[in-house]
């Protein structure tokens, strides 16, 4: 039948070349269908030659151990680096240096130059690759034996140096302005010279090469803050309508007393006479509207300027002048918010700095009389300067002003002008004398440690104009 397998067919043999590679086995006839549709099993791999499997174990053996190598030396080498980079410089003290605008390596020969470091190289290195920000421009206090390390992070995260300039209670805007110009270390011009009362006096710290205009628009805008704050919270019984009425009496405040104890004490005097519309008389007032933003006249009043008409001499107006006379200080401004509930309408100083207040005429006198004989009994202080005399007033017989003269800078009592009496001499702590903080650099007021013993037995309190 079919598929009969012949007797004589015998069974196929592989013949194989030895000469020949490995022949695949023929495939031998398929004994019945289901035979013929297996897959022919594949050969097995040739047997690869034992030299060949030797040279690619040491192939892969040398680069492992190539490889360990480097990893160690890069070990060293990175320790070596930091060990180099984090190592005490060569400078021997604290050293302030300007670093310009320029590129890594331009800094690095700087600091070389200065000092500060040994290894520019080492330097430019540790900057470009050390994952530190880059470096600013500034100037940069370095610290004695700063390793370089030290030196980038001082640059990199630009911490400056940081200077003050410092501007007394009671400068006028333009006194302030001739400070900030004689300061070297600020750059830029004024644009012009802001309104009387719109700065805060105060310190202010600015790092080298800010402008002049950038302190002032931060004076302004302090100044600004300042005063909302303490309008918000001012009393309901102080007559004053604004802000910039408030500002106005503040700064004759300012220039009529130094003391911080005694500042809302002299703002009650002015609120009382106000409130009796009283004329004010403030003698700073008449300085103000003879000189204007000067602020000094670097003498005494004289008498005839006492009467002279001018906008702000509140010995001819009533009430208060049209504008601020100085730059008053916060704690003036919130003497002014909140004054002393006192009956004062008078104050003379007292011989110890301060002043005596009194609510009437004959108590003001005999303070009077008790501060001439304080002026008797000790040694004549320097000449007065920006001050009147004190004895009757020729255009009001009768009627007193609020003060009379100060060892501490305060007003006189033009109420009290007597014919033939000795000048008063009250003592300026800045304004026209050798103390001037304008014209004298060699201290600085918001140090008492520097600032000069007074020729007076009583020292003038700092700030004062």
């Known amino acids: 039948m079919f598929f009969r397998r ?25 004994r019945s269908p289901s035979e013929a549709i297996k897959p022919t099993v594949a050969p097995p791999p040739p047997e690869r030659p034992e030299r060949e499997r030797s040279s690619f174990v ?22 070596l680096f930091q060990r180099q980079v984090r190592e005490a410089g060569p400078l021997a003290g604290d050293k302030v240096v300007v670093i310009p605008p320029s590129g890594t390596g331009e800094i690095a020969d700087a600091l070389k ?10 330097f430019e290195f540790a900057a470009r690759f050390g994952g530190r920000p880059a470096l600013r421009a500034g100037e940069y206090m370095f610290k004695a034996h700063a390793s370089i390390a030290d030196a980038l992070d001082t640059i990199a995260t630009g911490r400056q140096v940081q200077h003050a300039i410092t501007f007394p209670e009671g400068l006028t805007s333009e006194q302030i302005v001739t400070r900030l110009n004689e300061n070297d270390v600020l750059t830029g011009e004024i644009n012009e010279i802001p309104p009387e009362g719109s700065l805060l006096p105060d310190t202010y ?64 005097v002015f609120i009382n006479r106000l409130n009796k519309r009283m004329k004010l008389q403030s003698d ?24 002279r008409p001018t906008p702000y001499n509140t010995y001819v107006i009533e009430g208060l002048p049209p504008g601020p006379i100085a730059n008053p200080g916060k704690a003036a401004l919130e003497a002014v918010a909140n004054p002393s509930r006192t009956k004062d309408l008078f104050f003379v100083a007292d011989g110890t700095g301060g002043h005596a207040f009194a609510d009437s005429l004959e108590a003001h006198q005999r303070n009077v ?3 001439r004989a304080v002026e008797k009994s000790r040694q004549a202080p320097p000449d007065a300067v920006d001050k009147v005399e004190p004895g009757p007033d020729p255009a009001t017989p009768g009627r007193a002003s609020a003060y009379a003269p100060g060892d501490n800078g305060g007003s006189t009592n033009a109420a009290f002008l007597e014919t033939g009496t000795p000048g008063s001499r009250a003592f300026d702590a800045s304004e026209g004398t050798r103390l001037d903080p304008l014209k004298n650099r060699s201290y600085d007021l918001g140090s008492p440690k520097s600032v000069p013993a007074l020729a007076a037995p009583t020292p003038a309190p700092k700030g004062r104009r």
């Open 58 to 79: 040491g192939v892969v053996s040398g680069a492992l151990t190539f490889a360990v190598v480097i990893a160690i030396a890069a070990m060293i080498g990175i320790t």
């Open 6 to 30: 012949s007797k004589t067919s015998a069974p196929e043999r592989i013949v194989r070349d030895p000469t020949d590679e490995p022949a695949l086995p023929q495939r031998l006839s398929p």
């Open 205 to 268: 710290k600015f790092e080298r090469g800010a402008t002049r205009q950038k302190i002032v628009d931060l004076m302004k805008t302090k100044q600004r803050e300042v005063l909302n704050q303490i309008w918000l919270r001012r009393s309901a019984d102080v007559p004053v309508r604004t802000p910039a009425e408030m500002v106005t009496l503040a700064s004759i405040v300012e220039k009529e007393t130094g003391r911080a104890d005694e500042r809302p004490r002299v703002a009650g």
């Open 113 to 122: 130059r200065e000092g500060v470091i040994d290894h520019t190289g080492l």
């Open 284 to 307: 700073p007032t008449i300085v103000y509207g003879l000189v204007g933003g000067r602020g000094t006249l670097g003498r005494g009043i004289m008498r005839s300027e006492i009467d």
């Open 369 to 371: 009389a008790r501060w």
